[in-house]
């Protein structure tokens, strides 16, 4: 028998607590600003060009115009993205073990797709944290779409691929698991479409208060996608993140 393990680890994290960081990050940074921006710079950051009643601030207002909003958010991002890539890691290689038998060339590529997927929508959130509407109104509005369109893909495949590589019959906490993804992705898409929606409605007619539906609408399509990100938990109950020195496999006398 070939056993490998880690002599005396030099840092032992449990995976659920560090996912739960991670997620921790953008959502306690989005939730701070948004609240101080209401409270120290309201007239500021409700203006619009139609100059019209409005009372809540879109999450780029509250986050990239104003101190201490701005550094609030930076600093949350800058740890949430660098430990996003454990995660990334993570998903990557949980979805392989959950194949029995070798996985199917398509199945290799969808996973891969997924990984790239997250990495760019890891990169797009960290360019329009650091370059606001302010300093470059275009770089900032591609970096959205972009992490708008590699989420919400990304969302949709990690369902599809959960489906395919489900064992059968499926059991009631992964029934469950999978109920919660699907949710957040209804919850994710339509609100993003309530958004464009009321930011178009905004922009074509003026009225008050318009803007606030679509700040509101904005606020939706983070949370969700941070519980969606959060799901991951599910599969890394037990597990724990190991640094340390790792002893070469040995041979072991049979039981």
Known sequence: MISTSMRNPLLEVDCVLLTGIICLLPLVSSVSCVLLSILLHFDEVTK????????????????????????????GIAYHSFMRLIVVILEHRILHNRII??????????????????????????????????????????????????????MLLSCFLRYKSSKSPKSHEETKSFRRKVTLVGVNYGSFALAVYFFFRHNWYCESGVYSLFAF????????????????VDDLKGFKLLIGHPV??????YN
Request: net charge neutral; charged share 15%; proline share 6%.
């Open 101 to 154: 038998g070798t996985p199917s060339t398509w199945f290799v590529w969808m996973t891969r797709i997924k990984s790239l997927l997250l990495v760019v929508e890891n990169f797009a959130l960290l360019m329009l944290t650091y370059v606001s509407s302010d300093d470059n109104y275009s770089v900032h509005e591609k970096s959205f779409i972009l992490f708008m369109v590699a989420g919400m893909i990304h």
């Open 48 to 75: 619009s060009h139609c100059r019209v009643p409005n009372y809540l601030p879109s999450i780029s207002a509250a986050t990239g115009d104003y101190s201490p909003e701005k550094y609030i958010w930076r600093i």
């Open 217 to 232: 609408c904005e606020y939706i399509v983070v949370i969700s996608n941070i519980l969606f990100h959060c799901t991951i």
């Open 248 to 253: 070469p496999p040995t041979a072991t006398k």
